[in-house]
Nanobody, 113 residues
Framework: QVQLVESGGGLVQPGGSLRLSCAAS????????MGWYRQAPGKQRELVAT???????NYADSVKGRFTISRDNAKNTVYLQMLSLKPEDTAVYYC???????WGQGTQVTVSS
């Protein structure tokens, strides 16, 4: 049974930072790509960043230079370091194995003063 459990969200002021974590189980983590997605109220879920099994990364234009995705295969965990947060980054953030139906429960990120 595949489980993805996100954590690390919260309320932060504009310009602040957060680090999200996603712990995976039930999959051979080291051989799969992982991704972070987000969904803001009234909007469709969108891709934020992905990291391949080899460590190659890809980012949405809106977060390039501010967000960093990384993975620790020893801990079966993928991270999303978010810097210089903006109100428009407010959303529920989910991790996913790209192309699969496996999603976590999400973690809320709210950027507000």
């Amino acid at each position: 049974q595949v489980q993805l459990v996100e954590s690390g969200g919260g309320l932060v002021q504009p310009g602040g930072s957060l680090r999200l974590s996603c712990a995976a189980s039930g999959i051979i983590f080291r051989i799969v790509a992982m991704g972070w997605y987000r969904q803001a109220p009234g909007k469709q879920r969108e891709l934020v960043a992905t990291v391949t099994s080899g460590g190659s990364t890809n980012y949405a234009d809106s977060v390039k230079g501010r967000f960093t995705i990384s993975r620790d295969n020893a801990k079966n965990t993928v991270y999303l370091q978010m810097l210089s947060l903006k109100p428009e980054d407010t959303a529920v953030y989910y991790c996913n194995v790209p192309g699969s139906a496996w999603w976590g429960q999400g973690t809320q990120v709210t950027v507000s003063s």
